[in-house]
């Protein structure tokens, strides 16, 4: 994995730099921030008021370094609600590159929560009182999917560096596979994602981005009546 390098961002929590794809798994403006800022306060956070009695299933497109599965544990350690995680990912990182990342340090991880993020990488399940994750190495168009979710973290590389994962196709099948009221949050909100989420008939909100970025996206299934 020489094409893959350890970056530190601007909240001094790591990234990982794909030297062949010219690109980064975070905005280097800050990690964890950013997860924090779109996936967890955009996402998890506006689901639980729409979702506020049921078990939560949340589906991630891109499982990467996993900071965004583990800000999703660490959370629901306060929320203690019932969250079914399925992460997708087909290039898993090897466990090398998992033990350098910091956010053991700098997320001031306990023991158990140090063992549970290093669980979800090696033995890609983890099943905790609260928290069910599965991480399936498959790419994401190819899965054939048997539940339904209330959120996506959609969190695939930049379009400009992955663009088969920005088009109708892709969108269409998040949204066959949302839950109505459902949503989808990205760090992403390019004019051109903007564009192909409304043509599928989503409810398009462009949100405040995290620090270095002016936008994100949520987009929400909204009940077929209301259209
Ligand atoms: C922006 S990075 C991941 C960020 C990740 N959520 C994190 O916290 O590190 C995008 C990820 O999508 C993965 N990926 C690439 N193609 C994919 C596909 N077809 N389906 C699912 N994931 C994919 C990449 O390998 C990479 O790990």
Request: with cysteine.
């Amino acid at each position: 994995m020489k094409h893959l390098q350890i970056l530190t961002t601007k909240d001094n929590s790591v990234t990982i730099y794909n030297t062949e794809l010219n690109e980064t798994y975070h905005s280097v403006h800050g990690a964890v921030q950013e997860s924090l800022h779109v996936f967890i306060k955009n996402g998890l956070h506006y689901a639980i008021q729409q979702f506020p009695d049921k078990e939560l299933s949340i589906l991630e497109i891109g499982f990467g370094t996993g900071l965004n599965a583990l800000l999703t544990l660490l959370e629901n350690e306060k929320l203690s609600r019932k969250i079914n995680y399925t992460s997708t990912e087909p290039f898993p990182l090897s466990m090398e590159i998992v033990k350098e990342l910091n956010y053991g340090q700098v997320l001031n991880l306990n023991g158990t929560q140090g063992n549970q993020f290093i669980e979800m990488h090696k033995s890609r399940k983890l099943l905790t009182e609260n928290f069910n994750f599965e991480l399936i190495t498959t790419e994401f168009m190819s899965i054939d999917f048997t539940t339904s979710f209330d959120i996506i973290y959609f969190d695939a590389f930049a379009p400009e560096k992955q663009a088969n994962l920005w088009t109708k196709e892709v969108f269409e099948k998040c949204k066959t596979l949302l839950n109505t009221n459902g949503l989808i949050v990205t760090y992403c909100a390019k004019g051109e994602v903007k564009r192909t989420i409304k043509a599928c008939n989503l409810k398009l909100e462009t949100l405040a981005g995290p620090p270095g970025k002016r936008e994100m996206i949520r987009a929400i299934k909204s009940n077929p009546s209301s259209y």
